[in-house]
């Protein structure tokens, strides 16, 4: 096959997978911009690909499409990195904890879906974390932070002391900021 034979058949295959691929990535990736990057990376990449390269592909749309969920993992991989803010060494446990807070409860009108990916995780976490708390420590937590119950509150209907209460929450608090500590780093730096 001559060069000009190839650069055709390179074309038609182009041509051919090109909306299917669009369709693949648009059901990905949000932004309209982004998928028109993505399909015209993941063509670059072929024409590359096909240029340099003695073997043949031998199964070219799976391996367009392999291309394709690379570079959407890539880009959402990038942009999950510019979502997080940094924790470095200087800053507390506070601060990790509070921008796992914003990312739970923000009110975005329309979150990304590396957003609403990263809220699943957190809240997953956060879930396993409370079911290793002892019952008494995840109700008074679960109540004070999650329904916004005051605990004299709870106190007047449990008949519990405030300061039992209290202790409970700390060390329920405690236990859960070393939790989700770890996950923000494991989110950070992994």
């Avoid at 060069?3 to 669009?22: H, T």
């Avoid at 693949?24 to 993941?42: A, G, P």
């Avoid at 391996?63 to 060494?89: S, T």
């Amino acid at each position: 096959m001559n060069k000009a034979e190839n650069s055709q058949d390179v074309g038609q295959l182009i041509v051919e997978q090109r909306p299917k691929l669009k369709n693949f990535i648009s059901k990905r990736v949000s932004n309209r911009e982004d998928v028109e990057d993505i399909l015209q990376d993941v063509f670059y990449q072929f024409l590359k690909t096909v240029e340099n390269t003695m073997n043949p592909i031998e199964q070219v749309s799976a391996w367009l499409y392999r291309v394709a969920r690379n570079l959407i993992i890539n880009r959402g991989i990038k942009k999950h990195e510019d979502l997080l803010p940094l924790y470095h060494e200087g800053e507390t446990e506070e601060d990790a904890l509070s921008n796992l807070s914003e990312i739970l409860f923000c009110k975005e009108t329309s979150p990304s879906p590396e957003t609403e990916y990263l809220r699943s995780l957190v809240w997953v976490e956060l879930d396993n974390a409370l079911a290793e708390l002892p019952p008494e420590q995840r109700e008074i937590f679960e109540l004070t932070e999650l329904d916004g119950l005051p605990v004299k509150d709870i106190s007047q209907t449990t008949g519990i002391a405030v300061n039992t209460l209290l202790s409970r929450k700390h060390y329920a608090v405690k236990h859960l900021r070393k939790r989700l500590v770890g996950l923000y780093e494991d989110l950070v730096f992994e």
